[in-house]
């Protein structure tokens, strides 16, 4: 859906409140994963560690398969690097297989709260993730 005040794509979480996904005007679309429908992985609910409060921009290529941290403890990131297999973490999440729709920059999630991993969708902005101790400051 699209906010016709901010010129901007919003999602309305299970609260009721409505987020701005980008508060720039631009009319880029919404970056998707292009195995979302395919990947279960995607599906899980829990965020991972805030690894960065701030998203890391990336060329990424069409066709390519890419494996988003999600567990934010790769040493790779925005990449998994298999940290998460590491059985004395008890690292529940899994990283997320994706492909892009274009070749382009993308900006990826660092923060690992995205509501549309692996890409930045601002939430990095939101109280949780700004009062959280991020793993690159550590
Ligand atoms: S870095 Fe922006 S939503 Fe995670």
Redo the contacts with the bound molecule.
Sequence with gaps: MWNTIYQAPYKINASGICRVLYSTKSTTAVPRNVLENVISADKQKENGAVY????FKILLETGKNYSWCLCGRSKKQPFCDGTHRMDQLKISQKPIRFQVEETKEY?L??????NNRPF?????KSKI?QEATSIIRQ
């Design positions: 960065d409060k701030k998203p900006w999630c660092n923060c690992k709260h995205t930045c969708d601002g939430t990095h993730v």
